[in-house]
């Protein structure tokens, strides 16, 4: 419930984002109509917008599953359409003759052409508000958060939330357009199809349109959000912070060692490719304590906890504790088997694992986290959850605690590297892209990309011509550039190559440093395979700006950060 009610808050914060106000001219204008039925074309356009929003996420969703669709692709067709319905209020006259040579008004009514005239009172909003869905789904933190995260998991609940962030959108939206309306109806030439102001409202459709094809209109966004005291993303962020599932905060009451009511565990589902083990059930393992593991491999918050979660396996195996370890993969390359194999090799993991690469096991558990651990007691019951790092004096207490152990602890307690101004992981795909500068603004499909003079701290940008895609970025020249100005003591990439061929990819540091991490040798680190790569390690946390020189073919994933 609580969740449902961020998404609507969401919704109506979204009217406020940077993102809404170029366009926010062009739905006020198309909402003007003369006669009474045009009076209802704000609510159509409402409607429409919010349909828009619903259908092109479930399209994007669907795509990246099967088709590869290009989220550019989607744009580029809204902005088009937003175009043509400009052209046809700037040039209203043109537009009737040649309806009136081909005889498809006659026919069909032509959905632009009514768009103009008294007789599309329904065709023109609608497809304003439909060509606007694209544009409005990329503003909201909330919704970010419902595509990555509640829609692969579970889809009715995804889409429940999806309608309430579109309801609170379209409510809020058309509170601001009725009242603009109103104030523009009352002068007889906003309403005349053929005014200059009409006109006027068609060129903004026009400029609009191609800003959104050009990917301009990002650049208006970013200036708005850097000249704006009013920060509506951060208040998402602060309202999902609170949503159920969000990382616990680390407790430090010894008295209270069960940090939830016991709670009846789910079952394994969908589970494949167990390594180290024949394949377990849930209700087999009654009887002995059971450490659920959510990880992946390619995610440095979760190989950080391997170590602990490995030595608590190897000290409380002979007491009854079993450890098993669910791969549950972020992106494409970790639904392979053999890449989890080969990981769990590397890491000198004993305990049972198996893959998830359809998310069953973690929609059971509604998990949402990496890494995340769910202890369950001897009569199947879950009784303490850890999401995220830390927490591992805790963890290790609880489980003494479900075995009968009096004792002192032996499992260790490492340090959780990582400081509150720390950089956040950051992705480099469209999908979940954020902080980019430089030009042209990031959307999908190749081009040449200009680097930004200067970075601000947690801003990247491109040089080159890259490829870009919904998960990744590759290079498509010989010495593309990215940038980052990252605040960590250290840093980890997550890269790829065609065929997993060695690549080398040139690491360079301000004033020549050889602040490297353990994976890159004179400058270089070879990308062979798809996986995490440690590329920096300052001598203390501080600031610096990493710059990587990729070849063609090269797949760059994120960065991710350690204190």
């Known amino acids: 419930m609580l969740l449902f009610l961020i998404s609507l808050a969401a919704g109506m914060l979204t009217v406020l984002a940077p993102c809404v106000l170029p366009v926010l001219p062009v739905i006020i204008g198309g909402s003007l109509g003369g006669n009474a039925k045009q009076k209802n074309r704000p609510y159509i356009i409402a409607g429409s917008l919010a349909g828009s929003i619903i259908v092109f996420t479930l399209l994007l969703k669907l795509s990246t599953v099967l088709i590869g669709l290009s989220y550019g692709v989607l744009t580029a067709m809204s902005g088009s359409l937003i175009i043509l319905l400009g052209l046809v209020s700037v040039f209203p006259d043109i537009w009737e003759q040649l309806l009136g040579r081909s005889g498809l008004q006659a ?101 609009v349109g191609i800003a959104i094809i050009t990917g301009s209109n990002v650049s208006i966004e970013t200036w708005v959000a850097n000249h704006t005291p009013f920060n509506e993303a951060r208040i998402e962020q602060s309202l999902l912070s609170k949503r159920p599932g969000a990382p616990i905060t680390e407790s430090t009451n010894d008295s209270n060692l069960f940090n939830i009511a016991p709670t009846p565990e789910p079952e394994f589902v969908g589970l494949t490719n167990w390594i180290n083990s024949s394949p377990l059930t849930l209700a087999g393992l009654r009887g002995k304590v059971v450490l659920v593991d959510f990880w992946t491999y390619s995610c440095i918050n979760c190989l950080r906890t391997l170590p602990f979660v490995e030595k608590l396996y190897q000290t409380y195996q002979a007491d009854g504790l079993v450890v098993v370890g669910i791969s549950t993969p972020e992106f494409a390359f970790e639904h392979v088997p053999a890449n989890v194999e080969n990981a769990v090799k590397v890491h ?73 101004d720390e950089t956040q992981e950051t992705y480099f795909g469209t999908n979940r892209s954020m902080n980019f500068t430089g030009e042209p603004q990031e959307q999908d499909g190749t081009r040449d990309y200009t680097p930004a003079s200067s970075l601000a701290v947690d801003d990247w940008t491109l040089g080159g011509s890259w490829q870009v895609a919904g998960q990744s970025i590759t290079s498509d ?64 946390y501080g600031d610096t700006v990493v710059t990587l020189t990729v070849p063609s073919g090269v797949s760059l994933y994120t960065f991710t950060f350690g204190g």
């Open 348 to 420: 000198g993991l004993t305990y049972p694992i198996a893959l998830d690469n359809n998310y069953d096991t973690w929609n059971a558990f509604d998990n949402d986290s990496w890494p995340a651990e769910y202890l369950i007691d001897k009569s199947g019951d879950i009784r303490n959850v850890n999401l995220g790092e830390g927490d591992y004096t805790h963890t290790e207490r609880a489980v003494q605690a479900l075995l009968g152990i009096n004792g002192p602890l032996k499992a260790g307690s490492p340090a959780v590297p990582f400081e509150s």
């Open 107 to 207: 026919k069909a009514q032509v959905l632009l052409g009514k768009s103009t005239s008294e007789k599309g009172e329904y065709i023109g909003p609608i497809l304003i508000g439909a060509a606007l869905g694209p544009v409005f789904s990329s503003c909201s933190p909330t919704y970010a958060f419902i595509l990555a995260s509640v829609l692969p998991r579970d889809f009715a609940s995804g889409l429940t939330y999806l309608v309430a962030y579109s309801i609170g959108l379209v409510a809020t939206l058309l509170a601001v357009v009725l009242a603009g309306r109103k104030y523009i109806s009352r002068y007889t030439w906003a309403i005349d199809t053929h005014s200059l102001f009409r006109r006027a409202i068609g060129l903004l459709f026009v400029l």
């Open 477 to 540: 020249s010989s010495d593309s550039t990215l940038s980052f100005h990252t605040r960590a003591k250290d840093v980890y990439l997550v890269a790829g190559s065609q065929n997993n061929q060695p690549e080398a990819v040139t690491v360079s540091l301000p004033d020549g440093s050889q602040a490297y991490g353990n994976d890159v040798h004179s400058g270089v680190v070879t990308i062979a395979g798809s996986r995490l790569y440690h590329i920096v390690s300052l001598p203390a």
